[in-house]
């Protein structure tokens, strides 16, 4: 008779848990959650290829530039792509809103695509990716960063050069 004692607490308590699936429900405040990819700060330095545990990350040559893709099936959400990131292109949420059914699987991918462009000094084709943080004796602003946006890299660093000319 004592489980009828136990019973009427827990009814008179309520719920411990989440309402999740019919209600909202708290996140964490450094939940790392669903990717977010950015292709405008990219330098395409693929380190986030490199590190990623799951293999979920995989950049692919196209006609059209650098495809970016993150599969959220595979990724395990550990943040090392956003960790070695050297430009915060990649950072992780708090949407942890990634529940789906079998045959969305293929739905649940991050895309982004670096463009490739012709160099506007020389006109060789170059990815209009942002120039590397090296070429700055200093962390680059904004402005310094589209003005070397539309080189090659080789011509990247003459222009680097010739902006550091006192």
């Not at 999740?20 to 380190?47: I, M, N």
């Amino acid at each position: 008779m004592r489980y009828l004692g136990v019973l009427m607490r827990n009814l008179a308590a309520g719920p411990a848990t989440e309402p999740f699936p019919f209600g909202e429900a708290a996140t964490p405040k450094r939940l790392r959650g669903r990717v977010c990819y950015d292709p405008l700060p990219c330098t395409a330095c693929r380190s986030c290829e490199q590190v990623c545990s799951g293999g979920a990350i995989r950049f692919d040559r196209t006609a059209e530039g650098l495809q970016f893709m993150l599969w959220h099936d595979t990724c395990a959400f550990c943040g090392l792509c956003a960790f070695y990131c050297p430009t915060d292109a990649i950072r992780l949420t708090q949407d942890w809103h990634l529940a789906h059914t079998e045959d969305r699987k293929f739905a649940m991918v991050e895309t982004g695509l670096i463009p490739t462009i012709a160099c506007a000094e020389c006109g060789t084709a170059a990815l209009a990716t942002a120039p590397a943080a090296d070429l700055f004796g200093h962390p680059p602003t904004p402005d310094e960063l589209e003005r070397l946006r539309p080189y090659c890299p080789r011509c990247r660093r003459k222009k680097a050069a010739e902006g550091r000319r006192p």
